[in-house]
C-alpha cells in the first residue's frame, strides 16, 4: 500500500515557515531565537506575508519560496555562514538553513544580498 499526504498537510508546515516576520544572516548555525536575532546576527530584514510562495515542489510535495532581498544594511562584521527566519511576535525560530559563507564587514552603509531560496518537503514514499 502506498503512503500520501495531501498538499493541506504540507502546505501546513510550510506555513508555519511563511508566518517569519525576519530573516537573518548568521555566523553560526542558531538553535534559539536569542541565537539567531542577536548572538550569531549579522545582518536583517522584516518579512511580509507577499514574500513566501507556495507551491507545488520542483521534484514532489510542495514548496515554499522565499523571496530574494537586496541592500540589507550590515548591523555587525562577521561572515555570515546560515540563514535564519524568525517570527519576531513570539521570539520564535522558526528555519535555519546553510548558505554561502560570505565575509560582511559593517561601516554604517554597507549591504548585502539574500538571494531566492526554497524550503521543499517531498510527498511520502
Not at 520564535?92 to 546553510?98: A, N, Q
Request: glycine residues 6%; negative net charge.
Amino acid at each position: 500500500m502506498a503512503k500520501a499526504s495531501p498538499d493541506i498537510v504540507l502546505d501546513g508546515a510550510l506555513a508555519v515557515i511563511s508566518s517569519a516576520t525576519r530573516m537573518i544572516a548568521c555566523t553560526a548555525q542558531p538553535t534559539t531565537f536569542t541565537e539567531a536575532n542577536a548572538t550569531f546576527a549579522l545582518a536583517d530584514v522584516t518579512m511580509a506575508p507577499g514574500d513566501f510562495t507556495v507551491a507545488n515542489g520542483d521534484v514532489s510535495g510542495r514548496k515554499v519560496t522565499v523571496a530574494a532581498k537586496s541592500g540589507v544594511l550590515i548591523d555587525t562584521t562577521g561572515t555570515a555562514t546560515h540563514t535564519a527566519l524568525v517570527r519576531v511576535s513570539d521570539s520564535t525560530l522558526i528555519y535555519v538553513t546553510t548558505t554561502t559563507s560570505q565575509a560582511l564587514t559593517a561601516n554604517g552603509s554597507n549591504t548585502m544580498n539574500f538571494p531566492s531560496w526554497k524550503v521543499e518537503i517531498a510527498d511520502p514514499v
